[in-house]
T-cell receptor, first 108, second 113 residues
Framework: GIQVEQSPPDLILQEGANSTLRCNFSDSVNNLQWFHQNPWGQLINLFYIPSGTKQNGRLSATTVATERYSLLYISSSQTTDSGVYFCAVDTNAGKSTFGDGTTLTVKP | NAGVTQTPKFQVLKTGQSMTLQCAQDMNHEYMSWYRQDPGMGLRLIHYSVGAGITDQGEVPNGYNVSRSTTEDFPLRLLSAAPSQTSVYFC????????????FGEGSRLTVL
């Protein structure tokens, strides 16, 4: 099946810093989503982005489907950005596959 | 708008017991799925359904059973619980399999002793 790799696995930032999270996938996909899992375990939809670029406040995402990767940018990070960021892809089979996530810690 | 609702939120079972995790969505979504999340890992697909009366296996289906008698409900049954099934379970739904954004419930934490 499709492989999804996220990097880096862990990231520690000082409040106010910027960061880039990467998601590589091994095959063509129909969907790609970014999620934030907060410290309480809730999965929050950030972006639905099978291709192109989207922005939502301090967060933005870019997916280059032809090169099989997606990037999540976090600018001016805040402590509330801490948690695990997951990338999930959906192939023609309709099954979503998740990466192992990037654990982000933002220190005050 | 409730979205995706899972019950119970917490459950403790003894090895060999059976139970059902409930999942309901009120968005008229065709696609529903169950995932498990183990510590330090991403979510792995257990079973999924592309519509009422249709189910299929995901990556880790052994020990679990599902049915989809209505569009709204997609229960997950543990037939004979094992300690290896201790995990957090998430139910998700989307409008369509090929172009749908996934929405998750809040999760159900299961411990099997």
């Amino acid at each position: 099946g499709i492989q999804v790799e996220q990097s880096p696995p862990d990231l520690i930032l000082q409040e106010g810093a910027n960061s880039t999270l990467r998601c590589n996938f091994s095959d063509s996909v129909n969907n790609l989503q970014w999620f934030h899992q907060n410290p309480w375990g809730q999965l929050i939809n950030l972006f639905y982005i099978p291709s192109g670029t989207k922005q939502n406040g301090r967060l933005s995402a870019t997916t280059v489907a032809t090169e099989r990767y997606s990037l999540l940018y976090i600018s001016s990070s805040q402590t509330t950005d801490s948690g695990v960021y997951f990338c999930a892809v959906d192939t023609n089979a309709g099954k979503s596959t998740f990466g192992d996530g990037t654990t982000l810690t933002v220190k005050p | 708008n409730a979205g995706v609702t899972q019950t119970p939120k917490f459950q403790v079972l003894k090895t060999g017991q059976s139970m059902t995790l409930q999942c309901a969505q009120d968005m008229n979504h065709e696609y529903m799925s169950w995932y498990r999340q183990d510590p330090g890992m991403g979510l792995r697909l257990i079973h999924y359904s592309v519509g009422a009366g249709i189910t299929d296996q995901g990556e880790v289906p052994n020990g679990y059973n599902v049915s989809r008698s209505t569009t709204e409900d997609f229960p997950l049954r543990l037939l004979s619980a094992a300690p290896s099934q201790t995990s957090v379970y998430f139910c998700a739904s989307s409008y369509a399999t090929l172009s749908g954004e996934l929405f998750f419930g809040e999760g159900s934490r299961l411990t099997v002793l």
